[in-house]
Structure formats: structure tokens, C-alpha cells
């Protein structure tokens, strides 16, 4: 098991303000649905047309908010995004209406997504020369965080009763005011001086707008685990319920375990490719495993979903790994935060269109659909080292001229 805390510095502080976070994360992604449907008294279908709303919403905020972290400074403008999370999330408890609950969702997603943007810009600065494996901690990090989080709010769920929801909704906003507080802490990073040419120039690269889709596509794998595979169990095979905790709980240790590990050996643009190219087939296997489920015993299904949750979560590994690699490595130091933004916009749309595509394809298709997702997910992997290579060769060197001056004046030397 590694060592999640790093050791004393600037690393350790964003490690702790991300660990707070993400336990506030975990009490919202175990209980906050809930909470809507339950507490508040929202019909579940209106719950889930208005967490689509706030996903599409948030899909273009990354970009902008990337951009200002670059040329303002990303510490203060990541510590607003935080700020801003905490108090919309703290509005979930004034959310009366389907509108109410649309804007303080929206608010409190678009925050989520812009957050992560204006967080690369301080991962590439203080990850030393290898900002992945940094990257790659702080998902070790994040999984026990949220571990922690939907073990508390197993709690609340337990209750069920109002007072308790909105303990865990105002749980979840002091967490993120937390996360922010934790980061004045953290040595303020100088704004990049911006270059010459287009001001969004990552919405113009095009090799790097193509990986973003591949990588949105492949990013459709989160959903195995937490929409497709619970409704498989109940819905077509004879394998106990208490197997979808079982499952989550292998692939939390396993990825609390072995991300670093994974994440040191790609250690180039290529590599990464070809982790893309394995993750595909591991997703291809676990997808025909878990097809293969339905109908068999209760002893021999549960077997075989197991053994696809360990396949998968390799996958997983090998995938984050890749995306960790590629988005970092071909973004251009000066343009951290709007080049991340626009990566994660694939991550955003397999949130929002990812569950509708399994349920249709592995659900409402049944065995054929699970196929179909694995050869997705396989050509997908195919496809990701061409993009690779053409976005490599696509890499110029910024003119001398472009430069700010600090950079001209350092190549002179």
C-alpha cells in the first residue's frame, strides 16, 4: 500500500486539501440523489433530467476558468472554485423547486469542473518533473477519501430522515470550505505570461481535441462499475446484491493499491498511447465476462463479475494512467489550465451521456450490448496511439519571438 501523505511542503498540502474534499465528494455521490428524491421530494426522473442539465452546463466552464488560473494565478482562482462549491452545496437544503435544485446543482457542478482545471496549473508546478505520478497520488488519495465519505453517509441513508440528509448536505459543503481553507497553506504560483498568437489555443489543436473525444469515450468505463454492472446483478443474474458493495470495494483497494505503481512506467506521450491500446482489451475482457454472468448459478456468476471487476480495474489503472500521461505531456506549460479544461470535457460528456449508452446497450440490450460496449472501448484503444502520434508530430516549438521575455532571455544563456 503506498504512502498517501507526501511528505512535508506543497505537495503535502494539496494532498490534504484534496483528501478533504474528496470525503465531502463521497458523502455526496453516496446520498446526494437520495437526498433530492427522499428529503426534498423530487421525482426521480426530474432529479435526473436536472443533474443532465447541470453536466452540459458545466462542460464549457473548465476551459474558461483553466485560462484565468493560467493567467492570474492558480492557487487563488482553484481556492474561489472551492469556495463557490461549498456555498452552492450549502443550498441544496433552500432547494424547494426543481429550478432551485437546478441552479444550486448547476452552480455546485460547474464549480466541480472548473476546480479541476485550475488545479493542473499547481500539479504541473509543484509535480517536480513527473506532474503524473503526482497525479496519480492524489487519485490513490481521492479514492480513500471517498471511501470515508460514503461510509459516513451509510449513516444518514440509514436514518433517513430530513434532519439527517441536510446534516450530510452541510457535511458536504464544510468539507469543501475546508479543502479551501487548507490551500493558504500552499505558496501562492506565479502567473505564465502569456505568448504570442490565439488566446484559446487548445480549442484550435486539433490532435489534442481528438484525444479528448477518444479519452471521452474510453472515460465511459467509470459508469461500468457504478451504473451498469449494479443493474446487471439485479436485473439479469442470480448473484447476491450485497456483490455490488463487493465489487466497488475490490476496485477502491485496487486502485488505492497499485495507481502509482501503475503510473510509472508511462512515462511518455507513446507509452501512454499503447496503455490506452491495453486498457481497451482489458475492458473488452471484463465486458464479455460480465456478459457471460446471466443465467449461470449464484456461486458461479458472482465468481465471474468478480474476476471482471479485478480485469477491469486494471483497465482503469492503465487508463487513468494513459489520460494522466497524454493530457499533461502534449499541453504546453504556459496554457496548463485551459489545455486540462478542454481534456476534461470528454470526462464530462461520458458523464453526461455515459449512463443513458449503458443502460440502452447492456441493459435494455442484454448480453449483445455488452459486446458492443467491449469492441468500443477495444477500437477506441486501437485508435488512441495514432492520435498519440499524430499530436506528437504536430508539437512545434513556440518562436523565439513568441516567447515571454524571461523564456527568450533563458534560451539565450
Keep these: 500500500m503506498p504512502r498517501l501523505m507526501p511528505d512535508p511542503g506543497p505537495r503535502r498540502v494539496i494532498a490534504a486539501s484534496n483528501f478533504v474534499y474528496t470525503v465531502g465528494s463521497g458523502l455526496y455521490l453516496t446520498a446526494g440523489v437520495l437526498y433530492f428524491t427522499e428529503a426534498v421530494h423530487l421525482p426521480a426522473a426530474l432529479v435526473g433530467l436536472g443533474l ?12 474558461g476558468v483553466g485560462h484565468l488560473a493560467d493567467r492570474y494565478g492558480a492557487r487563488g482562482v482553484y481556492a474561489i472554485t472551492l469556495v463557490v462549491q461549498a456555498l452552492a452545496t450549502a443550498g441544496f437544503v433552500l432547494a424547494d423547486s ?56 451509510g449513516w444518514a441513508v440509514q436514518v433517513g430522515t430530513l434532519p ?22 500552499l505558496p501562492p504560483v506565479a502567473p505564465v505570461p502569456a505568448v504570442g498568437g490565439p488566446r484559446w489555443i487548445a480549442l484550435r489543436d486539433r490532435p489534442y481535441l481528438l484525444l479528448t473525444a477518444l479519452d471521452g469515450i474510453m472515460a465511459v468505463q467509470f459508469k461500468v462499475l457504478t451504473v451498469a454492472i449494479p443493474l446487471w446483478l439485479v436485473t439479469a443474474t442470480t448473484a447476491p446484491r450485497w456483490l455490488i458493495s463487493g465489487t466497488m470495494l475490490v476496485n477502491t483497494l ?44 449464484a456461486w458461479a456468476a458472482a465468481a465471474l463479475l468478480t474476476t471482471a471487476m479485478v480485469i477491469h480495474t486494471i483497465g482503469e489503472l492503465w487508463h487513468s494512467a494513459a489520460g494522466f500521461e497524454v493530457s499533461f505531456a502534449l499541453a504546453p506549460r504556459h496554457a496548463t489550465g485551459q489545455y486540462l479544461g478542454v481534456f476534461g470535457l470528454g470526462a464530462g460528456l461520458a458523464e453526461a451521456l455515459g449512463p443513458a449508452l449503458l443502460i440502452s446497450l447492456c ?21 488512441t496511439p495514432l492520435a498519440v502520434g499524430w499530436a506528437q508530430r504536430r508539437q512545434q516549438p513556440l518562436p523565439k519571438d513568441s516567447l515571454p521575455r524571461a523564456a527568450r532571455k533563458g534560451a539565450a544563456v
Design 52 to 63: 443532465g442539465i447541470a453536466g452540459v452546463v458545466s462542460l464549457a466552464v473548465g476551459i
Design 98 to 153: 426543481f429550478w432551485s435544485f437546478v441552479l444550486a446543482v448547476g452552480t455546485a457542478t460547474g464549480a466541480k469542473a472548473a476546480g479541476l482545471a485550475a488545479r493542473s496549473p499547481l500539479i504541473r508546478h509543484y509535480g517536480g518533473d513527473r506532474p503524473q505520478e503526482f497525479r496519480a497520488h492524489l487519485r490513490a488519495v481521492t479514492n480513500v477519501g471517498i471511501s470515508l465519505g460514503a461510509l459516513l453517509a
Design 164 to 185: 439527517a440528509y441536510r446534516l450530510l448536505v452541510i457535511g458536504n459543503a464544510v468539507a469543501f470550505a475546508a479543502s479551501a481553507a487548507i490551500l493558504t497553506h
Design 254 to 297: 485496487l486502485v488505492v493499491a497499485f495507481q502509482m505503481r501503475a503510473s510509472r512506467g508511462i512515462v511518455s506521450p507513446a507509452a501512454g498511447g499503447a496503455a490506452y491500446r491495453r486498457a481497451g482489451v482489458a475492458f473488452l475482457v471484463s465486458c464479455s465476462l460480465i456478459s457471460l454472468s446471466a443465467g449461470i448459478p
Design 363 to 383: 441493459i435494455g440490450w442484454g448480453r449483445p450490448g455488452w459486446y458492443v460496449v467491449g469492441a468500443l472501448f477495444a477500437v477506441t484503444g486501437l485508435a
